[in-house]
């Protein structure tokens, strides 16, 4: 039997395996979300109202953040090669969950350095917001869900005021018999991207793409649906109650076509005018992460193999090379499915590299793959062995030299998401470690391991370039109730810089959920699972 035969099989499997403990999952679900959360976070007025989290009352036994303020001589701007801004994407990086179209994960702005912090959150109950964005005014774009309902909200980036929303289309009853649980969901709606012409391009869990204009709060108080394309017969069909989703649109970068996979492997285009799709199936593989966009193609990550497509003059679509990797024996403890838990990140220009990890024991690695053709130059085992995996993105970019010209140094930083996580108290194994790829004057590249911290999270994180510090997210380990913190690690030297005390119980928890920097500075925000936090220097 065939690696492709045998990766259905396991998909069956685990369908089944889902469909038989959907009734259980949801029965949990249901206790713990309804009941645990519900009196523990939000007290008696239930888990629909609308203000600041609340802390427990046990909260206020609560020591103060036992970290000092940072100390003088705070970690400098990162000399990096320019980031390309997408043509088709709103300018800057925070147009994406992964904030820009090479998925890089970092910002250019400067991100809160910890002193005299605020903090600020929102709720509306049990939900949070998978993607947030920024329009060119600085506001919050972000899509909020509960796990079955979809809203496109737009927001007061300080003080996280809704000003406009818009209902998208809500998971169907089916997700009860697909044991699918909601902080495991990679359907539609948790990813977007936001346009040049601040729209907000939204996979919908119908299997269409909403094209959603963002109100500017002066000519249009309202979000506007502009077009819609309907891809429904263009997915993977499966048998009832499984069912296949559009997960992910970007578009290419001559801005012709929106890009689309969905997680049972469909890659697809659109074509922007005509609304005709063209697509290809990878047969006997499934996608759990989003893709990456360059100047020279979109590069798929499946749990086989890494892809870079493109499309022809015909509009068809074109494999330029297809790289293999180790998915290791089995999914790993806190992943959702087996093979790479990363999206591709893609660093310096067309002559750079594409950098994803695979998914081997005892140790995984992180691969830096040559994007001209898929060669992997280099790469380096991290974490400690048999406790080593991740399912998030890495943060990458290529570093420059004093004059700003591309140094060859390719930084990446890698999150270890290994763990027997049970909702919703996550294990993860430390820490976050600093890769770099250096090239040699031969043209070939080294591997090099900077540091490794023993920071903790399962979220995505971030990078500031503009201050070089990367932000976590994650709880610490005293007191009657959890409190949660933002950590800020420097990226030259692994040091813990400071932790800033965003609150206490699970309402501050933001499990699996991603950070995000605004792009004019100063402001950082997590996704908790009820709703989001954002922390702020109190002085200049």
């Not at 809500?170 to 977007?192: D, H, K």
């Not at 540091?451 to 510090?469: C, P, Q």
Request: include cysteine; proline fraction near 6%; hydrophobic fraction near 35%.
């Amino acid at each position: 039997m065939g690696p492709k035969a045998r990766s259905e099989n396991e998909a069956l499997a685990r369908r089944g395996s889902r469909t038989r403990a959907a009734v259980l999952c949801v029965c949990l679900l249901l206790a713990v979300v309804l009941l645990a959360l519900g009196s523990l976070v939000t007290g008696l007025s239930g888990i629909r109202r609308s203000g600041s989290i609340p802390e427990p009352w046990l909260a206020r036994l609560e020591s103060e953040d036992p970290l000092p303020s940072p100390p003088a001589g705070l970690p400098a701007p990162i000399p990096h090669a320019p980031i390309p801004d997408h043509p088709f994407m709103a300018a800057g990086s925070g147009n994406n969950m992964h904030c820009d179209a090479y998925m890089s994960d970092t910002y250019r702005a400067s991100g809160p350095l910890g002193i005299q912090p605020r903090v600020s959150s929102r709720t509306q109950g049990f939900g949070g917001y998978g993607t947030v964005a920024f329009d060119h005014e600085g506001r919050i774009v972000g899509v909020y869900s509960n796990g079955r309902s979809f809203q496109l909200e737009l927001m007061d980036p300080y003080t996280l005021e809704e000003l406009a929303n818009y209902d998208l289309p809500p998971r169907t009853n089916q997700w009860i018999v697909q044991g699918v649980l909601p902080w495991e969901y990679l359907g539609a709606g948790m990813y977007f991207y936001l346009d040049e012409q601040d729209r907000a391009v939204v996979p919908t869990t119908g299997n269409t793409v909403r094209v959603v204009q963002v109100p500017d709060m002066v000519e249009r108080q309202d979000f506007k649906l502009v077009r819609e394309y309907d891809l429904r017969s263009h997915v993977v069909p499966l048998p009832w109650p499984d069912q296949d989703s559009v997960a992910w649109v970007l578009p290419d970068w001559d801005g012709t076509a929106y890009w689309y996979a969905t997680t049972a492997g469909m890659v697809g285009t659109v074509d922007r005018e005509t609304g005709s799709v063209r697509t290809m199936r990878l047969e006997g593989e499934i996608i759990e992460n989003a893709f990456a966009v360059g100047e020279d193609g979109v590069y798929i990550l499946s749990d086989y193999a890494l892809y870079r497509l493109r499309h022809d003059d015909e509009g068809a679509i074109v494999v330029d090379w297809r790289t293999e990797y180790d998915r290791g024996p089995g999914k790993k403890a806190g992943h959702i499915t087996r093979g790479s838990g990363t999206s591709v990140t893609l660093t310096g220009d067309g002559d750079g590299l594409a950098v994803i990890t695979d998914n081997a024991e005892p140790r995984i690695h992180l691969l830096f793959v040559q994007r001209s053709d898929g060669a992997v130059v280099c790469s380096a085992p991290v974490f400690e062995a048999g406790r080593s995996g991740t399912d998030v993105s890495t943060v990458g970019f290529e570093l420059a030299d004093g004059g700003g010209r591309p140094a060859g140094i390719h930084s990446v930083l890698v999150e270890n998401n290994w763990g027997r996580h049970t909702f919703p108290r996550s294990r993860p194994a430390p820490g976050l470690t600093r890769v770099d790829a250096v090239r040699q004057d031969d043209g070939s590249y080294r591997c090099q391991q900077v540091w490794a911290s023993d920071e903790r999270s399962i979220g995505v994180f971030k990078l500031s370039l503009g201050n070089g510090l990367a932000y976590m997210y994650w709880r610490g380990d005293d007191g009657p109730v959890t409190s949660w913190y933002l950590t800020a690690v420097d990226w030259r030297t692994g040091r813990t810089v400071y932790k800033v005390r965003t609150g206490a119980g699970l309402g501050y928890n933001n499990w699996a959920g991603a950070l995000f920097l605004h792009p004019h500075g100063g402001l950082a925000y997590s996704t908790t699972i009820f709703g989001l936090v954002a922390v702020r220097d109190g002085a200049d």
